[in-house]
């Protein structure tokens, strides 16, 4: 059966992740074993305003004053098993109107074996481009790597005009542990987005004991 993550952003649906057919055209700039069993997953949870999820592996500081709807887009979730929203937060209420784009941050994770045929991080964006276009966005350019503290990411930036603003969204996607997860981020500026990305840190892998 089908398994959809649809994450509302006021006025833009941003679809995070569905079943359907691997992109065979897409291309990965760095490819990955996509294990057929996906790890158990935590949830993670938000201390002191920086969210952490060991399972993953990674860390995201929380900008100052914004809204956490995680677990309302949690709760939209058809498959929990398969696809959760990990982190949700908005600069402002999503339901409150303004004449800015409302920047928000969503991090989901979908199990790789809902995608029958995927190898890479680039393939994922095949589905995800096709989606995201419908909803009005154009890509600016192709998949391309975009390594954070080591781990092979890769990265699509779109970009959908709204008369004299234009909303920018960058999607980061990893394929670990039998899982793809996702990270995007929206704002008004390629600066914007730039400057959530930053809190965005992983854990070094930990090394085998020696005996």
């Known amino acids: 059966m089908a398994c959809r993550v649809l994450i509302s952003f006021l006025a833009v ?3 995070l992740g ?21 790890a158990p997953l935590e949830s993670g949870e ?3 305003g920086t969210y952490h999820n060991p399972t993953i592996g990674f860390r995201y500081k929380i900008p100052f004053g914004w809204v956490d709807r995680t677990e309302e887009m949690r709760d939209a979730s058809t498959d929990p098993p398969k696809a959760s929203v990990l982190l949700a937060v908005f600069e402002r209420p999503p339901e409150a ?21 995927l190898k890479t991080a680039a393939q994922y964006f095949g589905p995800v481009t096709e989606l995201t276009t419908a909803k009005g966005f154009q890509a600016v350019a192709d998949p391309y790597d975009f390594p954070v503290d080591g781990r092979p990411i890769v990265r699509r930036d779109f970009i959908r005009s709204m008369g004299s603003i234009g909303m920018h969204q960058s999607t980061l996607a990893l394929v670990t542990k ?3 997860v996702s990270f995007t ?25 020696h005996k």
């Open 18 to 38: 569905f079943q359907a057919e691997p992109a065979s055209s897409q291309q990965s700039p760095s490819p990955s074993t996509v294990p057929t069993t996906a």
């Open 185 to 209: 981020f929206l704002a008004g500026s390629d600066d914007e987005v730039t400057a959530l990305i930053e809190p965005l840190a992983f854990e070094r892998p930990r090394k085998p004991a």
């Open 97 to 117: 109107k303004g004449d800015t784009v409302n920047s928000a941050v969503i991090i989901a994770v979908e199990s790789a074996s809902s995608y029958p045929g």
């Open 13 to 15: 649906a941003l679809i």
């Open 178 to 180: 039998g899982w793809i």
């Open 46 to 48: 938000t201390v002191n």
